[in-house]
């Protein structure tokens, strides 16, 4: 299973961006989706997760209501719709894939599959 992360860039605070992350080689359908982000000098962190169903979503309490999480299994795609950036969103995003599971996981270690990462600078 190949992970390709896209979408990152440079953005105002207060902007908006897209990443996307489309999955191949395996049946991305039954895949619950994750993404998380390093910071420079900190350690990588959780930051939304759906699962295969779509059903069941997570975010962690720094992007909630500002991030959202979603998939379209025709595309084999997920995707992190980012909303009122901030300079804290500046980080490496990573999108992830757990191929066990029915709902949505936090853990790094429950996820089976890595993106490369899509660099994001929210600039002040």
């Known amino acids: 299973v190949q992970l390709q992360a896209s979408g990152g860039g440079l953005v105002q605070a207060g902007g908006s961006l897209r990443l996307s992350c489309v999955t191949s080689?395996?049946?991305?359908?039954?895949?619950?989706m994750g993404w998380f982000r390093q910071a420079p000098g900190k350690e990588r962190e959780f930051v939304a997760a759906?699962?295969?169903?779509?059903?069941?979503?997570d975010y962690a309490d720094s992007v909630k209501g500002r991030f959202t999480i979603s998939g379209d299994n025709a595309k084999n795609t997920v995707y992190l719709q980012m909303n009122s950036l901030k300079p804290e969103d500046t980080a490496v995003y990573y999108c992830?894939?757990?191929?066990?599971?029915?709902?949505?996981?936090?853990?790094?270690?429950?996820?089976?599959?890595w993106g490369q990462g899509t660099l994001v600078t929210v600039s002040s």
């Open positions: 759906i699962s295969w169903t779509g059903g069941s979503t």
């Open positions: 080689g395996r049946t991305f359908s039954t895949y619950a």
């Open positions: 992830a894939a757990d191929r066990g599971g029915w709902g949505t996981t936090r853990a790094e270690y429950e996820y089976d599959y």
